[in-house]
Nanobody
Framework: QVQLVESGGGSVQAGGSLRLSCALN?????MGWFRQAPGKEREGVAT???????MFADSVKGRFIISADNAKKFLYLQMNSLKPEDTAMYYC????????????????WGQGTQVTVSS
């Protein structure tokens, strides 16, 4: 059974950084991070496959970094130069059909961690 537990969310001012962590139990690749702002659909942020191939949403390219520590069983999202529009609940996902940013391709989800960026 795959279990995912996110941590690391919080409140930060614009321009700041946060690192999200996802503890993995029984994980399967591809894995990734999605986010959902109030009143909006859940969208893909960054995903990673077992060979290290990564995919990023255009809105976070150059600012966010996704990485995985297979030995420690963690997935990370380093978020730099944060903007108010990055404010959302961030979810860890695993068990993707293939590397994509489409939430329908992923079968396992964490409960989410809130990120709030103030201007």
């Amino acid at each position: 059974q795959v279990q995912l537990v996110e941590s690391g969310g919080g409140s930060v001012q614009a321009g700041g950084s946060l690192r999200l962590s996802c503890a993995l139990n029984g994980y399967t690749y591809p894995m990734g991070w999605f986010r959902q702002a109030p009143g909006k659909e859940r969208e893909g942020v960054a995903t990673i496959d077992s060979d290290g191939t990564k995919m990023f949403a255009d809105s976070v390219k150059g600012r966010f970094i996704i990485s995985a520590d297979n030995a420690k069983k963690f997935l990370y999202l380093q978020m730099n130069s944060l903007k108010p529009e990055d404010t959302a609940m961030y979810y860890c996902a695993a068990g993707g059909k293939w590397l994509s940013l489409d939430r329908s391709d992923f079968g396992y989800w964490g409960q989410g961690t809130q990120v709030t960026v103030s201007s």
